[in-house]
């Protein structure tokens, strides 16, 4: 089991830069494959990016693809969101998640067990 806490979101203007953490509570974080989802007020949760156990395979939505970079440090368990170019549009509370699999990455949110309890960005324009 993990458990997640994210941090580092806040209000920007666009064209500016956040960088989200979620750290993880356990002794097996190298085991878990993470991702970064989120939600918009009146929308569904959608997938951010998603990094595999060991960090070797990335995966970015479109919608982020070349703004935003998911890294992640298996000896401080922790995962990171550097989001820059913001726009008004990624405004939302982002979410860490986690599944214990290797190997892969993973983009639906019914694939991830454990989640974090989020944190919001707003980005003004």
């Known amino acids: 089991q993990v458990q997640l806490v994210e941090s580092g979101g806040g209000l920007v203007q666009a064209g500016g830069s956040l960088r989200l953490s979620c750290a993880a509570a356990g002794r097996t974080f190298s085991s878990y494959s993470m991702g970064w989802f989120r939600q918009a007020p009146g929308k569904e949760r959608e997938f951010v990016a998603a990094i595999s156990s060991s960090g070797g395979h990335l995966y970015y939505a479109d919608s982020v693809k070349g703004r935003f970079t998911i890294s992640r440090d298996n000896a401080k368990n922790t995962v990171a969101l550097q989001m820059n170019s913001l726009k008004p549009e990624d405004t939302a509370v982002y979410y860490c998640?986690?599944?214990?699999?290797?190997?892969?990455?993973?983009?639906?949110?019914?694939?991830?067990?454990?989640w974090g309890q989020g944190t919001q960005v707003t980005v003004s324009s």
């Open positions: 998640a986690a599944v214990q699999r290797y190997g892969r990455v993973y983009t639906r949110s019914y694939e991830y067990d454990y």
